[in-house]
T-cell receptor, first 114, second 114 residues
């Protein structure tokens, strides 16, 4: 019944490693997003995909690469992890790419880089 | 110009009281203003949203008041309950891009004491 799911829920890794976070939605939505929430709870969009095409790409280091194999999945791959990448990463989805549409968030993945 | 300023950072309200959270923006191109509620360990969830062509929207105990000329909007929680204790985020997005890119406020941690 989970609408937007993410794996893993917790990820602890060392600097320099490469890691991936997976996201899946079973809502039939066309648009998916990745957000980063820092230690002060500030929530900022990173990427958005609509029908597997990248539509929003914020100023994010190119060590971060989203991949959308199909409409229901949007994965986030992070290369050469740095301490500053520690945060909670949220995946979200929405039915339409338009303005007034509810975004449904996943439970988050807490990434800790040591 | 893309910022949404939110205050207060934290708020303690007695059960049954009124919680008020304020947000302000600069970019007059913003035309959709949602509020999201986030419980600890969970992803944000849409609470209520408003377009700037109305001055107030009410859903149960939650009301958004919108002042277009002042570029401010606020969330009022009437008869606040301990279950309302959460972090609240205001947000804004621009419609003319065709895609929803939410800019979030910094969040308000609300604690409703029994």
């Amino acid at each position: 019944d989970t609408a937007v799911s993410q794996t893993p829920k917790y990820l602890v890794t060392q600097m320099g490693n490469d890691k991936s976070i997976k996201c899946e939605q079973n809502l039939g939505h066309d648009t998916m997003y990745w957000y980063k929430q820092d230690s002060k709870k500030f929530l900022k969009i990173m990427f958005s995909y609509n029908n597997k095409e990248l539509i929003i790409n914020e100023t994010v280091p190119n060590r971060f690469s989203p991949k959308s194999p199909d409409k229901a999945h949007l994965n986030l791959h992070i290369n050469s992890l740095e301490l500053g990448d520690s945060a909670v990463y949220f995946c979200a989805s929405s039915q339409l790419a338009g303005v007034m549409t509810e975004q449904y968030f996943g439970p988050g993945t807490r990434l800790t880089v040591t | 110009q893309q910022q949404v300023k939110q205050s207060p950072q934290s708020l303690i309200v007695q059960k049954g009281g009124i919680s008020i959270i304020n947000c302000a923006y600069e970019n007059t191109a913003f035309d959709y203003f949602p509020w999201y509620q986030q419980f600890p360990g969970k992803g944000p969830a849409l609470l209520i949203a408003i377009r700037p062509d109305v001055s107030e929207k009410k859903e149960g105990r939650f009301t958004i008041s919108f002042n277009k000329s002042a570029k401010q909007f606020s969330l009022h929680i009437m008869d606040s309950q301990p279950g309302d204790s959460a972090t609240y985020f205001c947000a804004a997005s621009i419609g003319n891009t065709g895609f929803q890119k939410l800019v979030f406020g910094t969040g308000t941690r609300l604690l409703v004491s029994p």
